[in-house]
């Protein structure tokens, strides 16, 4: 009794119900893409970009445009400029990360607090899916279909360039623009998990269901769908408990995630810790 | 006379400015098994990456069947087998599943495969017998089984043209007799195959042809003519190490004659 209670009283708000489809949802994008980031090593590259697209969140707002194109266009802009920096300078790949993103990401707090009456910097860095405008809702719809329709259809081809992409260029295929394409991706989902968790926990939603799934499973398929039965539960659950607790949704969102990456760390049939020590 | 196959006519490729490989001039028929030997750094990475148009020369040009490099990506006509370092083997794809990214190229846009190339990953898994493990990750393969592994997806491929980038390390000995088999069967259908190795001991028992590379090809022609140790010294110079194995080899061979 007390359980249903748990699960049925927040769903007498309408904000409630709102937040906890709306974190599902995001929840299985992310977690979707987060298999190709995973397998691609580009967890750092996940971190840079949502952290580089808050300039272009707040220039959207000021000119009143959907915070995707903005966030879009910085998100593609600060690869651009690593990828420049990294080709005519000395500087290693991992410094010039560091120091494209932080520089855009502090770029962005200069602009939030010229124009601070309207946009509260809080919101974007840590989420508030509790408060989330319907406009949002439709942009985070846009984002999913958008995301999960381009999945599906170059699946087998972006298995392959994270994979093999010597052999990808090979047999003909486009391998700059399948970059670009996980690029893309990774951008516009960066904006609808900066809605639920903010930019800073962001790249916890494109990494660790991945992650999570990458320990369960030998076969891309149920690791994508290992992934994204973990971002739903984690989504879900994570909104549910910051109700009864009072406590940061995006916060407990992510701490639910890494909880279930600690249980397949240790108890993963094939990879985990107890099957290893087993083995040995 | 047979068809020139590889017909690369004094390519230059140069990376950052540095020059990789200077005027490089090769021709092969088709048919041939040629072996390209050369120290680490020479420049045969540099030779492969060129013919499957990955870096593009700053002077000469290339042409397999005598057609340009964008027109063998479309038509599939180049398969690489890469080093077993390239790979990552903790990837979550089966044997099946790699073999099938060697048809990808014949597939519309959303990679459904046909029967045709199920049955051609079939008889190419069966050719290296490795239609068994099919559903195995590849991390669970011993050595040779991970080589037939790649090697079944260039059959599956069927491309024309072979590049194998140092197909004999680490593999057993039943694995290297099953592919050198194949290779010669493969040159009897008319393929042509450049195979870059460390193994000189192998090169004589089926390279109809070498080609000696030290930042640009020193050498090329018929086994006999050109593997020879004055040719072997000038390849490997400056490494010590390297011409000192050459060079006993060819002692032992000349002892064995």
Known sequence: MDIIQWFVAPLQHEFM???????????IVCSALSCYMTLKGWALMGDAVSHA???????????????????????VGSVIAIGFVKATTRIKEDTVIGL????????????????????????????????????????????????LGTLAVLRKDLILFCFDSTHARSIGLNTTFLYYVLLSLLSLTAVAGLQTVGIILVVAMLVTPGATAYLLSDNFDHMTLI???????????????????????????????????????IFAPKHGLLAQSAKN | ?????????????????????????LQLEAGTICGLIGMNGAGKSTLFKAIMGFVKPTNGRILINRLPIRQVQKKNLVAYVPQSEEVDWNFPVNVHDVVMMGRYGYMNLLRIPKARDKSIVQESLERVEMWQMQDRQIGELSGGQKKRTFFARALAQESTVLLL??????????????????????????????????????????????VLINRTILAYGNTADVFTEENLSRTFGGSIGDLSLAKSFLTQEERRN
């Not at chain 2, 006379?1 to 001039?25: C, F, P, R, W």
């Not at chain 2, 980038?165 to 040159?187: C, H, Q, S, W, Y």
């Open chain 1, 17 to 27: 119900v709102k937040a906890i489809l709306v974190s599902a949802l995001v929840g």
């Open chain 1, 53 to 75: 697209v808050m300039p272009g969140v707040v220039i959207a707002y000021i000119l009143n445009i959907p915070l995707a194109i903005g966030a879009f266009a910085f998100g």
């Open chain 1, 100 to 147: 494209v993103f932080t520089g855009f990401f502090a770029l962005g707090l200069v602009l939030i607090s010229k124009v601070k009456s309207e946009i509260d910097l809080t919101h974007i860095l840590f989420g508030n899916v509790l408060g989330i405008s319907n406009d949002d809702i439709i942009q985070t719809v846009i984002i999913s279909v958008i995301t």
């Open chain 1, 227 to 265: 992934a994204m039965a973990s971002g739903v539960f984690s989504s879900v659950m994570g909104t549910y408990v910051s109700y009864h607790i009072d406590g940061s949704t995006g916060g407990c969102i992510v701490v639910v995630q890494t909880l279930l990456f600690i249980i397949a760390m």
């Open chain 2, 1 to 25: 006379m047979s068809e020139i196959s590889i017909d690369i006519e004094n390519v230059t490729v140069a990376y950052h400015g540095k020059v990789a490989l200077q005027s490089a001039s």
């Open chain 2, 165 to 210: 980038d140092e197909p004999f390390a680490g593999v057993d000995i039943k694995t290297e007799k099953m592919m050198i088999n194949l290779l010669m069967e493969l040159r009897q259908k008319g393929y042509t195959i450049l195979i870059s190795t460390h193994d000189l001991a192998s090169i004589k028992t089926f390279c109809d042809k070498v």
